[in-house]
């Protein structure tokens, strides 16, 4: 046999298989965040879990709405499949072609490696129930795993357990909401009851005190390098405390006894996160908690279409952390309310950068801050999907708005301290 003819055909059998091989042999997956995403907010959950198994991925911010590029293992696939994720198998010279492309000197964008998934802690009562808080809401739908937590937890030295907590709709004043008006209902009488007796197993004679010592302690928390993120009321009643540490604003329809007469003027802005020089309302019967909070005009209630605000553009390669909390697949998000919809700019601290506000209105909706090795991030309102969340309204389905804009920004915050080395405890 001649070995000439032998030769070629084992060079055409190479050539046939190299060119078939990429076929169901691709090296990577593209999971796609702009308009071409099926589900953006269970690729959350499917990049959490795929971090959580120990595989890494990367972040590309500012390409296609800030999408994700990690190996093409099929557990990955599956679970992408299984969650109704878009996605795209590429082969090693794409994906070659797609970091270049984002690394590239002049472009706005950049590679974030995640590494690991961070531990998850929800601050909330028990008595709280998952869609009376929109990044419960959002936990959930996504399928990432946290565990809640409330001040037993905190008191007793559990916060260092985790890398990410949330605050959920708390009043950290000790005012139960400022909810006066519910006073009568089954619900707000038992809230009471419990708090009473939470502050006096813990050696405090007012809720509001057990308050402060928790503030504190999630303050100091966030000082040693955890991660907090916070919405609505949380975020101002957080400060409010804080300033307050040393008077009393607490009416007496809340805890038996006056307002500190020269309460103002004992207020210490030192220890704040995120806002300076506002003013507690220290009228129990109104709803507002400070001057921090500045609703919506009469006119945007009306017409919710009317409320929306914009995501401020930061360099990816210089600002990285701004840049993930504000990836998205549109620039502008639709509004909504809560019991503090938006904060006051000119209350907000010098060192603290604004994330996004609306237009031609001097207001916040979303910011971010350092404090010592840790970082917090507030934004402002209830519900990203009910404009308007009235107490016992049903609650929000997200399967109906899988591409939720206002969700999404809720779920970058969650993937953000995978983006960072664990730093040394103090």
């Not at 269970?42 to 999408?67: C, E, F, P």
């Not at 409330?150 to 950290?172: I, P, R, T």
């Not at 004679?205 to 100091?220: G, M």
């Not at 000082?223 to 604003?249: Q, W």
Request: aromatic share 10%; with cysteine; proline share 7%.
């Amino acid at each position: 046999m001649s070995v000439r003819p032998l030769f070629y055909t084992v060079l055409l059998l190479l050539l046939a298989w190299s060119v078939g091989a990429p076929v169901g042999q691709a090296q990577d997956v593209l999971i796609p965040m702009d308009n071409q995403q099926s589900d953006h907010l269970k690729a959350y959950g499917a990049v959490y879990g795929t971090l959580n198994a120990g595989q890494k991925v990367d972040w590309l911010l500012n390409y296609r709405g800030g999408s994700f590029l990690t190996n093409a293992t099929t557990a990955v696939k599956q679970e992408l499949r299984t969650r109704g994720v878009s996605f795209q198998e590429v082969g090693g010279a794409q994906a070659s072609q797609i970091i270049a492309k984002v690394e590239a000197d002049g472009s706005n964008m950049a590679v974030v490696p995640l590494e690991k998934a961070p531990k998850i802690a929800v601050y909330a009562p028990s008595g709280a129930v998952p869609w009376d808080d929109a990044v419960r809401l959002a936990l959930n739908y996504a399928d990432v795993p946290h565990d809640v937590i409330y001040d037993d937890a905190v008191l007793n030295g559990k916060l260092d357990q985790y890398d990410w907590l949330h605050l959920h709709h708390e009043d950290f004043t000790g005012q139960f909401g400022k909810f006066i008006r519910y006073r009568n209902e089954p619900w707000y009488i038992q809230k009471q009851k419990t708090a009473r007796e939470l502050a006096r197993k813990h050696g405090y004679r007012k809720v509001s005190q057990l308050k402060l010592a928790v503030t504190q302690r999630i303050r100091d928390y966030v000082r040693r390098g955890g991660f907090m993120f916070s919405m609505c009321s949380g975020t101002e009643t957080f400060d409010i405390a804080l300033a307050a540490r040393k008077t009393d604003i607490v009416p007496e329809a809340y805890d038996g006894d006056p307002v500190n007469p020269n309460a103002l003027d004992k207020l210490d802005y030192g220890p704040t996160l995120a806002f300076t020089d506002f003013r507690p309302n220290l009228n129990a019967q109104e709803y507002s908690h400070s001057n921090i909070d500045v609703g919506p005009p009469p006119t945007q209630i009306r017409d919710p279409s009317l409320d929306y605000f914009t995501l401020f553009d930061f360099s990816a390669k210089w600002d990285p952390v701004p840049t993930m909390l504000t990836q998205n697949h549109v620039a502008t998000v639709k509004g909504f309310v809560g019991q503090t919809t938006a904060f006051k700019k000119d209350l907000v601290k010098e060192d603290v950068v604004v994330l996004a506000k609306p237009p031609e209105r001097d207001q916040v909706r979303y910011l971010h801050g350092t404090l010592g090795q840790g970082t917090f991030t507030f934004y402002s309102g209830h519900d990203p999907e009910d404009y308007q969340h009235f107490v016992g309204d049903p609650p929000t389905d997200l399967s109906l708005h899988p591409n939720s804009p206002g969700y999404r920004l809720i779920l970058n915050n969650i993937l953000f301290p995978a983006a960072k080395k664990k730093k040394q405890k103090t």
